[in-house]
Nanobody
Framework: QVQLVESGGRLVQAGGSLRLSCQFS????????MAWFRQAPGKEREFVAA????????YYADSVKGRFTISRDFGNNTVLLEMNSLKSEDTARYLC?????????????????WGQGTQVTVSS
């Protein structure tokens, strides 16, 4: 059974940086494309970034392109999301997701496994 556990979320000032981490366990990490989504209260789940199973390809939402970077740490079975130049509109619960396919997807319905999320709050 795949388990995804996120960490790293906290309160940060606008313009600041954070690094989120998603620990993967329960299966072969390299069989999964991985992604980050976010959800704010009263809003739909929103795609943030995805990385292919080989880390050869990455995908970003237009709203975070140039500010966020997704990567994989194969030694630790971890997916990282480096977030810079944070804005108040980045405030949300950030969720890690995994799918058994080689490339990522922006559609949350394509993902097989989800973590519980970690809260990021950006104060202006």
């Amino acid at each position: 059974q795949v388990q995804l556990v996120e960490s790293g979320g906290r309160l940060v000032q606008a313009g600041g940086s954070l690094r989120l981490s998603c620990q993967f366990s329960g299966d072969t990490f390299t069989n999964y494309a991985m992604a980050w989504f976010r959800q704010a209260p009263g809003k739909e789940r929103e795609f943030v970034a995805a990385v292919s199973w080989s880390a050869g390809s990455t995908y970003y939402a237009d709203s975070v392109k140039g500010r966020f970077t997704i990567s994989r740490d194969f030694g630790n079975n971890t997916v990282l999301l480096e977030m810079n130049s944070l804005k108040s509109e980045d405030t949300a619960r950030y969720l890690c997701a995994g799918m058994t396919w080689y490339s990522g997807s922006e559609d949350p319905d394509d993902y097989d496994y989800w973590g519980q999320g970690t809260q990021v709050t950006v104060s202006s």
